[in-house]
């Protein structure tokens, strides 16, 4: 089965790269473990199946990381690679458990001490791969933190400073509590963060989350191509770099922040692939596309519509 998986990876890269589309791997780490197997994932009773973690404390856990990472850097030849971090329980560290290896803590008391550990482990792990990466990490890390507020991630934030690129799923609120807007990264952060960001916001995923009017059938494609090429902040953004936070204040992303947005993707998880043709997938990811290579003052989603309505059926015959 190992062989069958790599020889279908390094066709599908071959194929891709042919194409001009740069194929970025991403080895979700330390949540969404369940198919690591039950020796490497904790034993979590309560906590939902996607955000169980890696044993953290384990020497075997980092062998099997380590293994999988050359593995990777092996096939996938593009200088980036995605290290995930998102949604994790924290609920599965409230009990203190020894650790394994003298060059971290001696207990994971808590999720800042595991995470502190977990990062240590992984970072000695990077430096030794044969191919240097540029790392992508999810910002759900940096806001992991325990009563102290510390962040993790942080704390090795130097050694990552040059390779980290931070990736945002979860709104507006996030990406000015990481990117250091003023008034809301100082509760978390001992400092605001400079790495570059990128933008996967619930807003562009296909098919678009339901809300009140898509269960009532209401909301046909014409409308989701309209949401997606005005904002990625959902129904109330006004632009790529405005919309409303958690306290659906209306805010405009500092320009220091804007800056530093260097692009962001269009996401479908475990999506079929006949509900992707029913949601007219090729048009939705040309609005965010355009939104993305587009000034910002440009908004008139009926024109864009229109104009690329012949792109949606030149891509889906060649899809086809």
């Given amino acids: 089965y190992i062989y069958i998986y790599?020889?279908?990876?390094?066709?599908?890269?071959?194929?891709?790269?042919?194409?001009?589309?740069?194929?970025?791997?991403?080895?979700?780490?330390p949540g969404h473990a369940q198919g690591w197997g039950a020796e490497l994932t904790m034993c979590c009773p309560g906590v939902r199946t996607w955000g169980v973690p890696l044993q953290l404390h384990k020497?075997?856990?980092?062998?099997?990381?380590?293994?999988?990472?050359?593995?990777?850097?092996?096939i996938f030849k593009d200088p980036l690679i995605h290290l995930g971090g998102?949604?994790?329980?924290?609920?599965?560290?409230?009990?203190?458990?020894?650790?394994?290896?003298?060059?971290?803590?001696?207990?994971?008391?808590?999720v800042s001490d595991c995470l502190y550990y977990f990062e240590h482990r992984l970072r000695n792990i990077?430096?030794?791969?044969?191919?240097?990466?540029?790392?992508?990490?999810?910002?759900?890390?940096?806001?992991?933190?325990?009563?102290?507020?510390?962040?993790?991630?942080?704390?090795?934030?130097?050694?990552?400073?040059?390779?980290?690129w931070g990736m945002s799923w979860r709104g507006l609120n996030e990406v000015l509590i990481v990117g250091g807007a003023q008034e809301h990264w100082s509760m978390f952060l001992p400092r605001p963060l400079e790495f570059p960001l990128l933008l996967t916001s619930e807003a562009w995923y296909i098919p678009p989350r339901p809300n009140a009017d898509q269960?009532?059938?209401?909301?046909?494609?014409?409308?989701?191509?309209?949401s997606f090429y005005i904002s990625p902040w959902g129904p109330k953004g006004k632009g790529l770099f405005e919309g409303q936070d958690v306290t659906k204040k209306n805010l405009v992303l500092p320009d220091a922040i804007q800056r530093r947005i260097k692009g962001g993707t269009v996401?479908?998880?475990?999506?079929?692939?006949?509900?992707?043709?029913?949601?007219?997938?090729?048009?939705?990811?040309?609005?965010?596309?355009?939104?993305?290579?587009?000034?910002?003052?440009?908004?008139?989603?009926?024109?864009?519509?229109?104009?690329?309505?012949?792109?949606?059926?030149?891509?889906?015959?060649?899809?086809?």
């Fill in 86 to 110: 998102d949604e994790f329980s924290t609920k599965c560290f409230a009990k203190g458990r020894p650790c394994e290896n003298g060059n971290g803590p001696s207990l994971c008391s808590g």
């Fill in 59 to 74: 020497n075997h856990t980092y062998e099997a990381i380590e293994g999988v990472l050359r593995q990777i850097v092996d």
């Fill in 126 to 164: 990077i430096s030794g791969l044969p191919r240097k990466r540029e790392i992508i990490r999810w910002l759900d890390l940096i806001e992991s933190h325990d009563t102290q507020g510390l962040s993790p991630l942080l704390m090795h934030m130097d050694t990552y400073s040059d390779i980290l």
């Fill in 267 to 320: 996401a479908s998880f475990e999506v079929p692939e006949n509900l992707l043709k029913q949601w007219h997938s090729w048009m939705l990811a040309c609005a965010v596309a355009e939104r993305l290579w587009s000034s910002s003052d440009r908004k008139d989603a009926v024109e864009a519509y229109d104009r690329l309505i012949s792109n949606k059926v030149w891509m889906s015959w060649q899809s086809a």
């Fill in 6 to 29: 790599v020889c279908v990876c390094v066709c599908v890269c071959i194929y891709a790269y042919s194409t001009g589309i740069r194929i970025v791997p991403e080895l979700d780490l």
């Fill in 215 to 226: 269960k009532k059938g209401s909301l046909g494609c014409n409308e989701c191509f309209k």
